[in-house]
């Protein structure tokens, strides 16, 4: 889920991806929007979107950045912190 917790509209131009399995492999994905779509979202709104790795471990960590535009035409980059992938029930 992608929140706006800003004060103006902010477009989703790009997302870059850096993906690593357990092995230490890593993959980076760079491409434009998310799932062929650029949400504008308005202050407070959300977009939600379902995505996948494909990664040879059965768990590995993924980390990233959106490219936004704001309502003013500046760009930013919206950091994603790391967390983790896994396959359903591997952790838990």
């Given at each position: 889920t992608i929140t706006n917790v800003g004060n103006?509209?902010?477009k989703l131009l790009s997302?870059?991806?850096l993906i690593t399995d357990s092995n230490g492999k890593k993959q980076e994905v760079k491409g434009d929007g998310v799932i062929g779509e650029h949400p504008l979202l308005k202050p407070?709104?959300?977009f939600r979107y379902t995505s996948g790795a494909m990664i040879e471990t059965p768990v590995g960590v993924m980390q990233g950045k959106y490219i936004m535009v704001s309502g003013n035409g500046d760009q930013f980059k919206a950091t994603i912190p790391q967390f983790t992938l896994s396959i359903p029930r591997t952790l838990h």
């Open positions: 103006f509209p902010a997302r870059h991806w407070g709104e959300s």
